[in-house]
């Protein structure tokens, strides 16, 4: 069946500016989880969601992150006034069951904040 | 902050050579994984060695795990151009509930 996919793969925007990534994962995985890569290191944790449970939102770097998973599936990671220390790739995976199991990636999301 | 800590950061050898490289880490682990990412984008899962799994094989790889030691190594044997890649691994806590990579080792094999 088809992987993770993520839109868009490439966004520019003005510092100020809100933005919206989106994940869709793969049908019936539980797990999904948001990743941000900067230039040339290694992947820093986002928010996990399992399930119908709370999500852990514990790797968020400031109140202008948010995300939300609708009907256990797609997933929206919206970024409120952007800084230019935002610029990143934006990774989303998902599994089946909890992070003990294999994470199938998705090509992320390169954003630029100007 | 980061578990897992590769070694070397970065790696260049010839085709044909073996690749070795180390993962250390900090605390009581689940599982560790070792995942391959080319360009800078999606991360593509290698291998997965449980803690109570010493080593394990995967075609031309080969993943060791020392839980006393709290490290990793991956060998990939005989390598290609085509595995010049980053190498991350990324280890699951006893909870399950978190996936933490470290800085990933820059690999690459001259043809």
């Known amino acids: 069946g088809a992987g993770v996919s993520q839109s868009p793969s490439n966004k520019v925007t003005e510092k100020g500016k809100d933005v919206e990534l989106r994940c869709d994962p793969i049908s019936g995985h539980t797990a999904l989880y948001w990743y941000r890569q900067s230039l040339g290191q290694g992947l820093e944790f986002l928010i996990y969601?399992?399930?119908?449970?709370?999500?852990?939102k514990s790797g968020l770097p400031s109140d202008r992150f948010s995300a939300e998973r609708t009907g256990g599936s797609v997933s929206t990671l919206t970024i409120q006034r952007t800084q230019q220390e935002d610029s990143a790739v934006y990774l989303c995976?998902?599994?089946?069951?909890?992070?003990?199991?294999?994470?199938?990636f998705g090509p992320g999301t390169r954003l630029t904040v100007t | 902050s980061q578990q897992g800590e590769e070694d070397p950061q970065a790696l260049s050898i010839q085709e044909g050579e073996n690749a070795t490289m180390n993962c250390s880490y900090k605390?009581?682990?689940?599982?560790l994984q070792w995942y391959r990412q080319n360009s800078g984008r999606g991360l593509v899962h290698l291998i997965l060695?449980?803690?109570?799994?010493r080593e394990k094989h995967s075609g031309r790889l080969r993943v060791t795990l020392d839980t006393s030691k709290k490290s990793s190594s991956l060998l990939i044997t005989a390598s290609r151009a085509a595995d010049t890649a980053s190498y991350f691994c990324a280890t699951v806590n006893n909870a399950g509930n978190m996936l933490t990579f470290g800085g990933g080792t820059r690999l690459m094999v001259k043809p």
């Open positions: 995976a998902s599994s089946w069951g909890t992070s003990r199991n294999e994470q199938y």
């Open positions: 969601f399992q399930g119908n449970s709370a999500p852990d």
């Open positions: 605390t009581s682990i689940n599982n």
């Open positions: 060695i449980r803690s109570n799994e």
